[in-house]
């Protein structure tokens, strides 16, 4: 596992005394909410469809087109067919079957019901029946079910939807009528300027392209979410898009769009979807694209709160709202692995593509069997098709490098290249956070966090722009000037913004220091690229410093891969101090560490703390114990104090509190104490730096379940 000193993560804003707490104990103590460009918190109101004219008009085509699909069946010698079932099945039955028959000469599918035979505990007789209908009325379809009892059986019979209107997709093909004879109808397309054809032949016009909805997770990832929706719609994954990937071990909200899907569609999976919902339906012109959010707005509940008193809690939260945190980038950013991800950025950074696919493929600690015997696989034996074979279909960028080995056997660059560009520029990202983490270390090490220096990076006077390749607002709340995860497919207008972006920064001079005009929230630290400067003091030696301990230079390239270049990526700044937006904190008393202590927006749309089922329980049916919550709860949203609670505080139990009384000793168990933390941050700022500087803890996984044990 990476450590947190290995990354530069070293320092701290403030020296006020931390506490200690567990985060991320149940991943319902982690929720995210996205946050749009126009400021507004992203939430799950609603999972029903609203209804559209397009769906009304849509059902009035599909019957008319059945109608005119069957119009020959009005020929088709009812009579006879009913004869000759009234010799088999009897008089009754075979008047059932007339009735549908009629039914479906009118043009009525969308409206039929399943008729159901006289109970026949006969089973050749049976057959007999099925036969005749596949033999003389093979439209209708059969099969057997339950009779009034449990000895006896009967027939249902059911128009065959293949054989109406509904969207075969014949196109102009020849294709079988009801009757068994062929037809040259062709499916007729809406016609009209209020249509818009590309695409879907029946979508309106007016309404926009794209379907937006609201994506509510539990400890799943985004694109494993989006997997299953695609799957259930049949659309490929392309077709979403999204403005961010969220945390998996979390409940997260976040915008989705789809290409040209009916909102009733997906309202429908709801019932079908474990972990997840989908709602907030409406139509847009334009698809989210990576970076089309202004920051995300976190909920972080830290269980198992020890510390000396409850003001020293709210000294640490207060302290952190102050002066705000150190804007590292955090352990996600370098992966959970043993094998961290900048060292695989580095390493196509020198230009060796074997060792960054020998990094990326070989065994570490920790991982599921089937993934460790497939990585042992392939270094024993270098066999990309068994490697392939043995590895699971989550590993996504194994796969890529496997799949592009038993394509071009002995290309190690094609192979990397086979992983799309989102996913292995990380690792060339990771790098240049790599660096910037430690430099942040050595600039409040070196020059404190009180005052800006000389030599220091800010923003040159009255800077305010906006990139549009990731709707990033630079204003007073900007973290970073250029975001280097979504430089992607950037056109040479784009560049040339981005290219006056970078530009619009500047050194401190002694001038600027003695005028003190500037502070310590001012000062930036680039992420290194081709179009970013240094720090003009001694922080620059910081970073050619470190790339020499992994040879490399920053102002050199030892290959022609631009991807894995300094000299050809735009780089960046970013801030060295953020400040939390609309920061909020209080302190709440639970008995049981299984009680979810905040609501999630399902359990607000359910009314109830019903959420869905997890891997943790986290969906059973719970009680909120709301006694317990409010028993000593101050909410802090005004910054007020937390009163002392008194000491000694007798709590009454009832029988449902039963797990709290040690029956040994007759003794009540000690409520335990929560912090819940809420706040925003820009899009790419960490929120478990931000906890780190309230607890004054590290942050790593390892860590936080060692404080479970």
């Not at 207060?318 to 996600?332: D, H, P, T």
Request: one cysteine or more; a neutral charge.
């Amino acid at each position: 596992m990476v450590e947190e000193e290995t990354v530069g993560i070293k320092c701290y804003v403030n020296s006020v005394p931390g506490f200690r707490g567990i985060l991320k104990q149940r991943y319902s103590d982690f929720i995210v909410n996205e946050v749009d460009c126009d400021g507004n918190v992203v939430h799950l109101t609603c999972l029903d469809a609203p209804v559209e004219v397009s769906s009304i008009q849509s059902c009035e085509f599909e019957r008319q087109e059945s109608a005119v699909e069957n119009e020959e069946l009005d020929n088709v010698k009812l009579l006879e067919h009913v004869e000759a079932l009234k010799i088999i099945a009897g008089d009754s039955n075979a008047e059932l079957v007339k009735g549908l028959l009629i039914k479906i000469s009118e043009g009525a599918e969308d409206i039929l019901t399943p008729v159901l035979l006289h109970p026949d505990s006969d089973k050749s007789h049976r057959t007999l029946v099925h036969n005749f209908f596949k033999g003389r009325l093979s439209f209708l379809v059969t099969d057997t079910v339950d009779g009034p009892d449990s000895r006896s059986k009967r027939i249902r019979i059911r128009f065959d939807a293949k054989y109406g209107g509904k969207g075969n997709g014949s196109h102009g093909k020849r294709r079988r009528d009801c009757r068994g004879k062929w037809s040259r109808y062709k499916r007729q397309k809406p016609e009209g300027p209020e249509y818009d054809s590309r695409g879907k032949d029946d979508w309106l016009a007016q309404k926009g392209k794209y379907l937006q909805f609201h994506l509510y997770k539990e400890n799943k990832d985004t694109q494993d979410a989006l997997m299953v929706i695609g799957k259930m719609l049949g659309v490929q994954p392309k077709w979403f898009g999204f403005a961010g990937t969220k945390d998996k071990r979390a409940v997260t909200t976040q915008r989705v769009t789809v290409f040209k899907q009916a909102s009733s569609r997906l309202a429908a999976l709801n019932i079908r979807l474990y972990g997840m919902k989908v709602g907030d339906f409406c139509y847009v012109d334009k698809g989210l694209a990576l970076g089309q959010l202004s920051g995300n707005r976190f909920t972080i509940t830290l269980r198992g709160v020890i510390a000396e008193n409850d003001e020293s809690i709210k000294n640490a939260a207060e302290g952190m709202r102050r002066s705000g945190f150190i804007n590292y980038f955090g352990l996600q950013r370098f992966g959970t692995g043993s094998v961290p991800t900048f060292m695989i950025g580095a390493a196509l950074l020198r230009g060796e593509w074997k060792n960054a696919v020998d990094l990326i493929l070989q065994p570490r600690d920790g991982e599921r069997k089937e993934i460790s015997e497939a990585r042992e696989y392939f270094m024993k034996t270098k066999d990309a098709d068994g490697a392939l074979l043995r590895m699971p279909h989550q590993r996504a960028t194994e796969r890529a490098v496997l799949t592009g080995l038993r394509k071009y056997p002995g290309n190690f660059l094609q192979a990397i290249n086979n992983i799309p560009r989102t996913m292995r520029m990380m690792y060339v990202h990771s790098y240049q956070s790599y660096l910037w983490n430690h430099a942040a270390s050595k600039r409040i090490q070196e020059y404190g966090i009180h005052k800006v220096v000389e030599g220091d990076i800010v923003y040159s006077e009255n800077v305010k722009v906006e990139v549009e390749m990731g709707r990033q607002e630079f204003s007073e709340n900007t973290n970073e000037v250029i975001v280097a995860d979504v430089i992607e497919n950037i056109e040479d207008d784009a560049d040339a913004a981005i290219s006056e972006v970078l530009f619009q920064v500047k050194h401190v001079t002694a001038k600027d220091v003695a005028d003190e005009k500037l502070s310590i929230r001012d000062v930036l630290l680039p992420l290194p690229g081709s179009k970013t400067l240094l720090p003009a003091n001694s922080i620059a030696d910081v970073y050619s410093q470190l790339a020499s301990e992994d040879s490399l230079d920053l102002q050199s390239c030892s290959h022609n891969v631009k991807d894995y270049s300094f000299l050809h990526m735009p780089g960046g700044y970013r801030r060295l101090i953020q400040l939390p937006v609309d920061f909020e904190w209080k302190l709440l008393r639970y008995h049981d560490a299984t009680q979810p202590l905040v609501e999630t927006d399902l359990e607000k749309i359910r009314g109830s703390t019903q959420g869905m089922k997890g891997e943790e329980g986290e969906g059973n049916p719970q009680k909120q114990a709301q006694a317990d919550i409010t028993v000593n709860h101050i909410d802090t949203t005004e910054t007020t104090c937390h009163i002392p609670v008194p000491e000694n505080l007798a709590y009454a139990v009832s029988s449902t509190d039963a797990a709290t009384v040690d029956s040994t000793a007759g003794l009540v168990a000690i409520p335990q104490t929560a912090v819940v933390l809420s706040f925003t941050l820009p899009s790419s700022c960490y929120a478990t730096m931000a906890i780190r500087e309230v607890l004054k803890m590290p942050t790593s996984v390892a860590y936080h379940k060692s404080l479970n044990e």
